[in-house]
């Protein structure tokens, strides 16, 4: 890495995530279902009355925990996922009221998807660190073999049923982002790594490292 290109790496990282976080509070307020994790941060909020942003950041900070018996190193793009997500999602939702007509927020949701795409290519290119959701699941395949399917299916099925009984919002739009979100992402990634400096996304020893498996799965950040 060359110190020129740190501060374009940083740059784009930073503006990736803030996208990313906007991007929740777009289909969050379409209201017709959000991602498995979303649902989980809406029904903590529903029970508790912390702000969707703040809970979202907090789930981030206790996830990075289990990051330790599963021997994951995060980077400095983990920590800005911690912190910057949450933050630019409840700012999302103090900018965008709530909308009652079907026909505009059907539209608002496509939109939250397709920006959270562009947003994932953007921040995932200069390979600062895994964001904290994604390295535990690659946690779990480094350390029990999981292949990376099978621990992220397991784990946002689990988070969403969890959200869905706390009050979260577990709809159609759930399993669109579900079907969705990888395919869109395999567009994003590759053109947005092609333009941002970045590091390599295989390892010495061949084998992907974990923003290459971001890459090719679409995970939650």
Known sequence: MTPRRLPIRLTALIVGLVLYGFSISLMNRAAVGISPWDVLSQGVSLQTGIPFGMVTNMIGAVVLLLWWPLKQ???????????????????????????????????????????????????????????????????????????????????????ALIGFALGGNLGIGTVVFALLIGPLCQRTLPWFAARIPGTPVSTASGEPSPEGERATSGTRA
């Open 73 to 159: 190193k995060p980077g400095i793009g983990t920590v800005l996922n911690v912190l910057l997500i949450g933050t630019s999602a409840q700012l999302g939702l103090w900018i965008l009221p709530p909308v009652e007509s079907l026909w505009i927020r059907i539209p608002m949701f496509a939109a939250g998807l397709v920006l959270l795409a562009v947003a994932s290519g953007i921040y995932i290119a200069p390979k600062l660190g895994p964001g904290p959701r994604d390295g535990l699941m690659t946690g779990l395949n480094q350390r029990f073999g999981w292949p990376i399917w099978i621990a992220r299916t397991s784990i946002e099925v689990c988070v």
